[in-house]
């Protein structure tokens, strides 16, 4: 589940990016940790590496840069571009992502999407609270020291340019979220739909603004215990929290807009609507705060079918007659019930039954065995419930659900890989395309030369345009084309196939846990069956 972030700088002090990223730093006011001596704290665990910088240091290369091309003279200039790649915490136990490869795979990234620019790599093996998610920082000059290919982020002839700057756009993000969900997929590693927002939008300020209010809650809440005096409230909520829990409150119970902006004006908040956009005012603001700010629940097209939903449920409720309620008999009955309801276990709590014999054979304890038996009696009653639940009634029946399970993964996996060749044929199409394209103003002024002579030393000048074009003409003749697709037409079929990509990993991801859930239960059934005889032997040797 990697996200990706972006902040953009106007330091001209190159060093302190490297400072930050080598040393530790007080994540609330971002200076510098100091230790009793007064000297910086140089951080337990990272990695880092520099990337067209020479045999020079980070800070004094882009200096030297920016002298040699006139460029982030200006105050106002920005100097630098941070990106952050932070990985899911459970990609480490589960996926096996170490801070080396996790390393790798950002000093491949900043080479592939920042080529030309120098360049910072560094990888820390813990986040924000210790949250254990390994992350990577790349942090580049804005000035590119050398011409580069067409990239399909770059809108502009500049943004190929040596001695032009680094521009992120829109557009740009997008695509680079787009090439951070690929290389988790192709890695293997947990991911989430950057591409389309999410429901809680929770911003940089607002993240900050949370930690900090929850800390000072914390320190007035221990000095008002150590007094004896009642406590405060003990989670902190930003204003933006509160405004999602009071929409989310009347939305519950709302059937139409109407009744919806009802409920919110009794609690003092204001919806507006511009250009079908929706913004809500609080008592204590004087400027709305826009949905998109809140997150994708709060928009207009999900609050109206939300709603839709509100009236149908209200509609299907009046229609159909209400349960006759059952009362247990005595209070000994409703305990049971709900000792029943509470023990009851759940489908995905399922886990495989553990071999006591053999585990007792490698040297394994009492205690061990003490937990592994009240672990498979546990499971023992999870697995048979499930098996119940869904329907079978021999092991035949679980084995051809398996098999069926098995040959829709495998079918699954095989669409999942025709649209990754796919993808990978297009890409190469786009990559070969742009290449040509960037070399017609060469192919044309060839054209244009008079003499034979003429057209030789032009060809000599621009040697290196020809010898682009000119491998780029011949993979379009090895792949038969000939005729050459628009550029956005293409770019489109890139981006229907990377959709229908990620639709068919998630399919697959849901149809793996689906086999690795059926093969657990097929396990525990078997074991479950296997030591039924031996129970039946010991109890007739006891007779």
């Not at 990695?47 to 240091?57: A, P």
């Not at 739909?193 to 209010?213: C, F, M, P, Q, V």
């Not at 929850?214 to 005096?229: F, H, M, P, R, V």
């Not at 007659?321 to 709590?349: F, H, T």
Request: one cysteine or more; charged letters at 30%.
């Amino acid at each position: 589940m990697a996200t990706f972030k972006h902040i953009s700088s106007k330091n001209a002090d190159y060093g302190a990016a490297e400072q930050y990223l080598t040393f530790e730093h007080d994540e609330f006011t971002m200076k510098p940790t100091l230790d009793g001596n007064g000297q910086l704290v140089i951080r337990d665990d990272y990695r880092i590496s520099s990337l067209n910088c020479g045999e020079e240091d980070f800070a004094i290369a882009c200096m030297r840069s920016n002298l040699k091309y006139g460029k982030n003279q200006k105050r106002e200039d920005v100097k630098s571009h941070h990106y952050i790649i932070s990985f899911d915490p459970r990609d480490a136990p589960d996926n096996g992502l170490t801070v080396d490869r996790a390393q790798a795979l950002g000093e491949e990234f900043c080479k592939t999407h920042f080529p030309g620019h120098q360049a910072l790599v560094c990888t820390h093996p813990d986040g924000h609270n210790h949250s254990g998610n390994i992350h990577v920082h790349i942090v580049i000059n804005s000035l590119r020291i050398a011409e580069v290919p067409l990239l399909p982020y770059m809108e502009r002839p500049a943004d190929t340019r040596e001695g032009c700057k680094h521009r992120c756009t829109d557009a740009a993000m997008e695509y680079f979220k787009a090439e951070v969900m690929e290389m988790c997929h192709r890695e293997n590693l947990y991911q989430i739909d950057l591409l389309h927002g999410s429901k809680n939008r929770i911003t940089e300020r607002e993240y900050w603004a949370k930690r900090k209010g929850q800390a000072a809650l914390d320190k007035e809440n221990a000095s008002l215990a150590a007094t004896g005096e009642p406590l405060k409230l003990t989670k902190f909520e930003t204003d933006k929290e509160k405004l999602r829990r009071t929409i989310r409150a009347a939305l519950s119970s709302a059937v139409s807009f109407e009744d919806f902006s009802g409920k919110l004006l009794q609690q003092g908040v204001t919806v507006k609507e511009s250009r079908g956009r929706l913004s809500y005012l609080t008592p204590d603001r004087t400027k709305p705060i826009t949905a998109r700010r809140l997150g994708d629940d709060f928009d207009r097209a999900n609050l109206l079918e939300t709603l839709t939903q509100n009236a149908q449920n209200a509609a299907r409720a009046a229609e159909t007659p209400a349960p006759k309620q059952e009362y247990p008999r005595s209070i000994k009955d409703r305990l049971q019930r709900n000792k029943a309801a509470i023990n009851a276990p759940k489908q995905d709590s399922v886990q495989r039954m553990v071999d006591i014999a053999a585990k007792k054979a490698e040297g394994k304890g009492k205690g061990y065995e003490k937990w592994a038996t009240l672990h498979n009696l546990k499971q023992m009653a999870a697995t048979v419930s499930v098996y119940e639940e869904s329907g079978f009634s021999s092991p035949e029946e679980l084995e051809a659900a398996l098999a069926a399970a098995n040959a829709g993964l495998h079918e699954t996996t095989g669409k999942l890989k025709a649209v990754e060749s796919t993808l990978r044929e297009k890409k190469d199409l786009q990559k070969q395309l742009l290449a040509y394209i960037k070399t017609k103003p060469a192919r044309d002024g060839l054209k244009a030369q008079k003499t034979e002579k003429a057209r030789r030393a032009y060809r000599e000048q621009h040697e290196s345009e020809f010898i682009i074009s000119e491998s780029a003409a011949r993979y379009f003749k090895a792949q038969g084309i000939s005729k050459l697709p628009a550029s956005k037409a293409l770019q489109a079929e890139i981006e229907q196939l990377m959709r229908e990509k990620n639709s068919l990993y998630n399919e697959y991801r849901e149809k793996r846990e689906k086999t690795k859930e059926l093969q657990t239960i097929k396990s525990n059934i078997n074991q479950i069956l296997r030591r039924e005889p031996e129970r039946g032997k010991g109890r007739e040797n006891e007779r």
